[in-house]
Each structure stands twice: as structure tokens, then as C-alpha cells.
């Protein structure tokens, strides 16, 4: 007796931190049980989506329906399908195969071993529900593909987002240069007026432009959604400019007295060295342009054959408002491309954020 | 040529694209606007064009729906600021905490949904909101409460757009996250050695801290507020139902000018708009140089 207490007793000393460690494990767990709630909250919506997306467009208008994608669940009985309902019996509720229907009684079989008596009920089957099952479709998706021209948006979307990228990092690039490594007169002031134009409302040069544009018989073409962006932008300036100044500028120096010029320190010095800020910057800029709405509105809802992916959903979803599971489709379609692209570069994305502290 | 005025050179050859871009597509749009908004213009008839000296801004001032447009967009800014800059701010310090298991994947997953685009997110809101078939009134349901009809009601529709706003608040989280890794850690232990608690360091290190970030962050809402629109056109198809609660002032620009074809009158609305947002950035940053710190003493 005495010696196994005192055998004991060397582990018990050690219980402190052993206790003390699992407490923080528990604090630890406590708090990411906490944080996974909160984001499943967040992300309901999603799969509230998903959900509305596989189901039969009847079903959610439907008492009694499930809240998963369900159709009504039958059975076969000697080569015959019947309909299976919740049937109350003795106070427990099974799900039975009505064969024979009755005004004050009806017979069941169970679909789990129909070789069983069969089971005569007593009421109406009118009251009885229902039973459904578990079935997932995939035709809402084949429906908007081929309503809305799918293929077609999807080229027209990424065709658009591709040029416009192109231009605004080419051509973001070169500015980006520009101040990051020459002095020139002026320089200081012009990098503020760059930066303040984030704060202006496009809204104020909204119609001259559009004017023009309309005037150049540019309005109902793609050009004003890729044109503008070859004159650079605040946001890819400055989010180059500031990862340029980085770069040491011992390596220009050694460049130019290798004999390369200021385009070819850009392209064999910089832009090399500059493949995270670059990829960043394209990034934003292909899924600004990609979930763009309002100019493509502006510019292109009467031309079926040129439309990016937003405004025909948005149009398909003026259509067809009272059918949700192929909105939701829709939008599971529309959204498919920049998550599943988010995913695979999310280290880029992020961290461009977080080198400019600016939004797009 | 000198080194230095051939530098000179150089540095406006590159920096050209945007001189050129900017004389184009702002300097010049900015001056025309400023010209058609004393004007009838429109692009029906654009020969037909008289100026009419101030008759578009006297109009402006009496007209209800431009009225009705800055009171919704300030109704949704005083629920949707607030709302969308606490979730922000307290999602960062979620993610930051370093007693949180799987840190990166819930940054990630916090962050992806402003990565689908505002149409498709609006849907998917619209569907999770419906009065009928949504979850989010399934769910009341169950503990016994029904539900409001989200968007259809002139009240319930600016919480329901707040909402749909928390998808967006993927930057600024990241934005917030950023700062609070560049707060000292010893600030922290110096002050729970002095015995503060963890209300008392958020209020005193934190906030203080953080404030060129939390003021940065209320400027670009701001701007944001201003041009709100997609999320309002979706819900709607651009109507700015129930009983114009969605008529958010950029919804009321856009009817004028491409609806109604007055483009003058949408002029004005828009150098309105660009008052205004100029001139409470400017209220921001005069009473932010009184409260935000800035660890880097006088700037």
C-alpha cells in the first residue's frame, strides 16, 4: 500500500505541468471551436448554395420537403414502384411502401425486405407524409449552361480580363519605373496626384468619357473596358513602385556599366527580380476585370454576343427570379473560376494586399 | 545633354503612359463634366446642347429622389461602416492569435469570399435571405422566430445589404492583420506585467496603434459607400425597390444619365458626389490629426 503511494507520487508532481499544458490545449481548442463556428457562419450562404444548386427546381416551393437536395422516395414491390411514406406505428414512425391505397385503411410493405407480410394500416393515407431521399441532381448546371451560351461567356470574360491585364501591368510597370528610379522635376507631385486619384469617384468623369467612347463608336465593343487600362493605375503603380525600390540599385548600376539601357535594365534586371509583385499585381487586376459589373453594363447589356459572365447572370436572374435552384447554378458557375484560381494562388494574392495596404 | 537632365528624360518617358492616361481619362473627363453640368446635354441630341447656367444644381436641390439617394446611401454607411469595420478588425485579431490552431487556413477561408464576384455573391445572399425558402429564416424558425422578408422591406433591406457586405471585408482584415503583427509584442508584456487586462491593452495599445489603419480603412469605406451600386442593381434589377429604400445616389446617376438620358443633370449629381467624398475624406483627416498616433512621431 505504502509503496505504490510512494511510487506514485513522483507522477504526481509531474500532474502540475501536465495539467497546465492540457489546460492551454483546452484554451486552444476552445478558441479554434470558436473560430470554426463564426466561419461556418460566414460561409452558410455557400453551402446553402450548393445545396439549392443540385436540388429539382420544385423542391423548395414543396411543404414538407427536406432542406438537402431530395425527390420523393419509392420502393419496388413484385416489379411495381410505389410511393414510400412516414407511416406512425406503435408510437415509432417507419418509412413503408403504400401498395394498396384505402379510405379507412391501407396496406404497406417494407422496401427494406418487401418478402415480409405485408402491413395493413389503419386511417388515411392522405395524412401520412411523404418520404424522401437523398438525390442530388446535376441538370440545373446543364440547363444555364446551355441557356445562357455558357462557353461563350466564359471566352468572352476571360478574353476581356486577359487584354485588360496585359495593358494595366505593362504599362504599370513602366510608370512604376519611372518613379521608383529616376529624378526628375515634378516627380514628388506627381506621385501624390497618382495616389489621390483613388479617392476620386469615377462617377465625376463617368458620362464625358462615356460620350466619347459612344462618339468613337466604341460603345457596344470591348474597347472601353481594355483601352483605359493601358495608362496605368494608382493601385498596380504603387504596389510595383514600391517592390522596384527594393531591388538594390548596385545591380542597375552594374547593368549599366555592362552597357544596358533603362528598358533593358527593366526588362533583364527589375522585372525578373519582381516576379511576386507582378504576378500579385495580375492577379488583382484579371479578377477586377473578371467580376467587373458596371462598365460592362454600361457598355455591352445589348450585345448578347459580346457579354462577360456578370451582367448575363445578372440579366439570366431578372428572367428567371422564381427559380432558384438555377440561380444558384448560376452563380455557383459564375464564381467556379476565381475561387478555384484564389485557392491555387492565395499566397500571391495575399500577400499583395498586404504590401500596399490598398483595395481595389 | 547632362546625366541629370538625361535621367530627367527618362523618367518622363516611363512615367508617360500615365501623364497621357490621366490628361485622357481624368483631368480631362473631370473639366468636361464640370462644363456639361451647366448644360441640357444629352446623346439623343447632343447639337441641341444649351447651357443653362445653374438650373441643374437648383434643380438638384429640389429634387427628392437626388435627396432620397444621399439618405439611403447614408442610412446603409451609418449600419454598414460600423458593422463591416468591427467584424474586420475582430476576424483579424481572430486569425492573429497565436493560440488559434490552423491559423492560415482560416485567414484563407475568411478571405475567399471576396474573391467571387459581387454578382454571384449577391445571388447567393438573395437566395440565403429569401422570406420563404432561405435558411437564414429556416434557422429563426427553429428557435421560434419568423423572420423578416429581407429585401423587400424598407427597414430590414440595409441590415441585408450589410450582410451581403461582410463577404468584402477579405482586404481590409488582411489590412488590419498587418498592423497588429507590427504592434511590439513587449508593449503587450509590459503591460499585463503592470497588470492590465485584455480590454484595457486593446483600448490603450491596440486602438492607438492601429488608428492610421483604422482611419485608412474608414476613408476607403467611404469612397466605397459613395459608389455602391452592383449589390443594389442585383437586388433590384436596378427598380431601387421596396418604395426606392435601394435608390442609393450612384443607382440615381446612373438612371439620369443612361436611363433618362439627361446627362447634364447626371453631371451635377456627379460633381456632387464628388464634393462630398472630397470633403469628408478632408473632415476625416482634420479630425484624425488630432487622434491617430503615428509611431513614427510628427509627420
Known amino acids: 500500500m505504502t509503496a505504490r503511494a510512494d511510487a506514485r507520487l513522483p507522477a504526481f508532481s509531474d500532474r502540475g505541468p501536465v495539467s497546465r499544458s492540457f489546460r492551454r490545449f483546452l484554451g486552444r481548442a476552445s478558441l479554434t471551436l470558436f473560430a470554426v463556428m463564426i466561419l461556418t457562419a460566414f460561409l452558410l450562404p455557400l453551402l446553402a448554395m450548393v445545396t439549392l444548386s443540385l436540388e429539382d427546381a420544385g423542391q423548395r416551393t414543396t411543404p414538407g420537403a427536406p432542406i438537402y437536395p431530395a425527390t420523393p422516395a419509392t420502393g419496388t414491390y413484385q416489379g411495381e414502384s410505389y410511393a414510400i411514406y412516414a407511416v406512425p406505428i406503435d408510437g415509432a414512425t417507419r418509412n413503408l411502401m403504400l401498395v394498396k391505397k384505402g379510405r379507412a385503411q391501407s396496406t404497406f410493405v417494407d422496401p427494406g425486405d418487401p418478402s415480409q407480410t405485408p402491413i395493413v394500416w389503419e386511417g388515411s393515407w392522405r395524412t401520412l407524409e411523404q418520404a424522401w431521399a437523398f438525390d442530388p441532381k446535376l441538370n440545373n448546371f446543364a440547363t444555364v449552361w446551355s441557356q445562357l451560351n455558357f462557353p461563350r461567356l466564359l471566352f468572352n470574360t476571360a478574353a476581356v480580363a486577359v487584354l485588360s491585364t496585359l495593358g494595366a501591368v505593362l504599362s504599370s510597370a513602366l510608370v512604376a519605373y519611372g518613379f521608383a528610379r529616376f529624378r526628375f522635376p515634378g516627380k514628388n507631385i506627381l506621385f501624390v496626384i497618382l495616389i489621390a486619384t483613388i479617392i476620386l469617384p469615377f462617377q465625376v468623369t463617368l458620362i464625358p468619357t462615356y460620350a466619347v467612347f459612344t462618339k468613337l463608336g466604341w460603345n457596344g465593343t470591348w474597347l472601353p473596358l481594355i483601352v483605359p487600362h493601358f495608362f496605368a493605375n494608382a493601385f498596380n503603380v504603387f504596389l510595383l513602385r514600391q517592390y522596384f525600390l527594393s531591388i538594390p540599385r548596385d545591380l542597375d548600376e552594374a547593368a549599366t556599366i555592362d552597357g544596358a539601357g533603362p528598358f533593358r535594365i527593366l526588362r533583364s534586371v527589375i522585372l525578373p527580380l519582381s516576379i511576386p509583385a507582378i504576378t500579385a499585381v495580375s492577379l488583382f487586376h484579371f479578377f477586377f476585370s473578371w467580376n467587373d459589373f458596371f462598365l460592362p453594363l454600361l457598355y455591352l447589356a445589348g450585345e448578347p454576343e459580346l457579354q462577360t459572365l456578370p451582367i448575363a447572370i445578372q440579366q439570366y436572374n431578372a428572367l428567371y427570379v422564381s427559380q432558384p435552384s438555377l440561380i444558384q447554378a448560376s452563380a455557383l458557375m459564375t464564381m467556379a473560376v476565381p475561387v478555384i484560381v484564389f485557392f491555387l494562388a492565395q499566397r500571391a494574392f495575399m500577400r499583395g494586399v498586404v504590401v500596399t495596404g490598398v483595395e481595389k | ?299
Open chain 2, 1 to 299: 545633354m547632362t546625366p541629370s537632365r538625361r535621367e530627367a528624360a527618362w523618367g518622363f518617358v516611363f512615367v508617360a503612359p500615365w501623364i497621357i492616361g490621366f490628361l485622357l481619362f481624368t483631368i480631362g473627363p473631370l473639366v468636361a463634366s464640370l462644363v456639361l453640368s451647366f448644360t441640357d446635354f444629352n446623346l439623343v441630341r447632343p447639337e441641341a446642347t444649351r447651357f443653362v447656367g445653374l438650373d441643374n444644381y437648383a434643380r438638384m436641390a429640389a429634387d427628392p429622389l437626388v435627396l432620397q439617394g444621399l439618405v439611403v446611401t447614408a442610412k446603409f454607411a451609418a449600419v454598414a461602416i460600423p458593422v463591416t469595420t468591427i467584424a474586420s478588425l475582430g476576424i483579424a485579431m481572430l486569425v492573429n492569435s497565436p493560440r488559434l490552431f490552423g491559423r492560415s487556413a482560416f485567414r484563407t477561408l475568411f478571405y475567399m469570399p471576396i474573391q467571387i464576384p459581387l454578382v454571384a455573391s449577391t445571388l447567393v445572399w438573395i437566395g440565403f435571405l429569401n422570406p420563404e425558402t432561405g435558411w437564414l429564416n429556416g434557422l429563426l424558425r427553429l428557435v421560434g422566430i419568423e423572420g423578416p422578408d429581407w429585401t423587400n422591406n424598407a427597414t430590414w433591406v440595409y441590415p441585408a445589404l450589410t450582410l451581403i457586405g461582410l463577404w468584402g471585408i477579405g482586404n481590409m482584415m488582411l489590412v488590419y492583420l498587418a498592423g497588429l503583427q507590427s504592434v511590439p509584442s513587449e508593449l503587450y508584456e509590459a503591460a499585463r506585467i503592470d497588470g492590465a487586462g485584455p480590454w484595457s491593452m486593446f483600448r490603450r495599445i491596440t486602438i492607438p496603434l492601429m488608428s492610421p489603419i483604422l482611419l485608412y480603412n474608414l476613408v476607403i469605406s467611404l469612397i466605397t459607400t459613395f459608389q455602391y451600386f452592383t449589390q443594389a442593381y442585383v437586388l433590384t434589377n436596378g427598380r431601387g425597390d421596396p418604395n426606392n429604400a435601394t435608390l442609393f445616389i450612384n443607382l440615381d446617376l446612373f438612371r439620369e444619365a443612361f436611363v433618362n438620358n439627361h446627362m447634364g443633370y447626371a453631371s451635377a449629381i456627379g460633381w456632387l458626389l464628388f464634393v462630398i467624398v472630397l470633403g469628408l475624406t478632408l473632415a476625416l483627416f482634420l479630425v484624425a490629426r488630432k487622434r491617430v498616433y503615428y509611431a513614427g512621431g510628427e509627420t
